[in-house]
């Protein structure tokens, strides 16, 4: 049965899991094209059970990255040679920027397989992902479909402003600030002004959208989600120190230097500065924060929650993002958030946490200074931040997108061309 939509993205991404997740639910004839996808009858979960048990377990974690209980194993197709490749380079410690280079490879002999898809099949809405949907999204208006591009992350013109702005201010973290090729940059830049409609997380991803020439009405705003059964408040043992907490790729792109300054310079009797996620770059430009934090490379994500429970504060600098997932998971958790406005989060200023200004070190230190020594404020705007996660779970998450395509299925029924 040819679907009513087809989904695709060439590598790991846990949003697009979502996404076909949400349509699969809503009861679309949905599939899902992609590099590499993990199910428990498949012959990568075969060959793991062959393995001896240490050795199958750390295996088995790394491949259920790439799994969703609710992606039908069915409406699966792969194409796994690019993403293998990609992933083989990666792991042999490929420099960032050949690595870029690899990526664009990858989305576009991928997008090039779909594309061949969609003028065979002619599905109803063709959903692509940034930097690797504009050879689709063409295939797509040739045969009459609808072209959805899912944009997970600001304009990539927007991330390469703040890039270069960063390697002036910031030059020992410049080294985790990839800019991508000149031509990774225009294909992105002609998906967001190409596609049918857009899909995006946050009102900061739009924004950069529109200054870029996508057209606000083709646009719609769908927040991401969380598991607020698996991320939920938990009584804290009594007499722990003051914990800030951090979840991300240790990089500049999230403000890094930002918050170990603010935690450096405020140096706050019985805190600490925990981050978790891999450290990018030079340990170099780490050094002179030697002893303002604790580093946690690695935890699985099945384990993460246990840190969101242990804290009382979560900041979260970022300069540039979507909608962070990590700021869903600390509001389900009870925590009160310090964001920017680039991180795309849902926190209400003053009400779930505090909004702050990008790179504004001042404003990050007067915030957690605050709630370090205001526990009942802390409290409420933590229960406020749960009580407002509860309006963003990825129940909610589907229903908005089902309600979004639905619209799609109308409109495309009541006309016999969408316009341009």
């Known amino acids: 049965m040819n679907p009513s939509v087809l989904v695709h993205h060439p590598g790991s991404n846990h949003l697009a899991y979502e996404l076909v997740a949400a349509l699969q639910a809503s009861g679309l004839p949905t599939d899902f094209d992609t590099g590499f996808f993990y199910t428990e009858s498949g012959l990568a979960a075969r060959l793991a059970r062959l393995l001896p048990p240490g050795r199958r377990a750390a295996i088995e974690r790394e491949l259920k990255r790439r799994s969703h209980k609710g992606v039908d194993p069915a409406r699966l197709r792969f194409l796994a040679s690019p993403e293998i490749a990609y992933v083989a380079l990666n792991r042999l410690g490929l420099a960032p920027e050949p690595l870029a ?14 594309a061949a898809r969609v003028r065979r099949e002619k599905p109803a809405f063709v959903v692509g992902h940034d930097s690797s949907a504009l050879l689709s999204q063409r295939a797509a208006r040739e045969v009459g479909s609808l072209s959805v591009l899912n944009q997970v992350i600001g304009h990539i013109e927007a991330g390469i402003e703040v890039f270069r702005e960063e390697g002036e201010q910031a030059p020992e973290f ?39 020439g996508t057209k606000p009405e083709r646009i719609a705003v769908i927040p991401y989600g969380v598991d607020s059964e698996r991320f939920r408040p938990a009584a804290k043992p009594s007499g722990q120190k003051f914990r800030i907490l951090f979840v991300g790729s240790l990089s500049q792109r999230k403000g890094i230097k930002y918050l170990l300054e603010a935690v450096n310079r405020l140096k706050l009797p019985d805190a600490e500065l925990v981050l978790v996620g891999r450290r990018i770059g030079s340990e170099a430009a780490f050094a002179p924060y030697d002893g303002v934090f604790r580093h946690v490379p690695h935890v699985p994500y099945h384990e993460v929650h246990r840190l969101f429970a242990e804290a009382d504060l979560f900041v979260y600098p970022s300069l540039h993002e979507g909608s962070a997932f990590a700021t869903y998971e600390a509001m389900a958790s009870g925590l009160p958030v310090v964001a ?45 931040a749960r009580r407002r996660a509860a309006a963003y779970t990825w129940g909610a998450y589907r229903e908005r997108v089902a309600g979004f395509f639905a619209g799609l299925t109308a409109e495309r029924s009541s006309t016999s061309r969408f316009s341009k």
């Open 101 to 114: 280079r690899v990526v664009g490879w990858r989305n576009e002999i991928f997008d090039r397989w779909v």
């Open 174 to 212: 410049a080294e985790t600030l990839v800019v991508p090729p000149d031509w990774i940059v225009e294909r992105c830049r002609i998906e967001a002004v190409e596609a049918d409609r857009v899909l995006v997380p946050s009102e900061y991803v739009r924004d950069t959208l529109i200054a870029r």
């Open 340 to 384: 920017t406005p680039n991180t795309g989060s849902v926190v209400r200023d003053k009400v779930d946490g505090f909004i702050v200004p990008p790179r504004d070190v001042e404003a990050l230190m007067e915030r957690i200074e605050l709630l370090y020594r205001d526990p009942e404020r802390r409290r409420a705007m933590g229960a406020s």
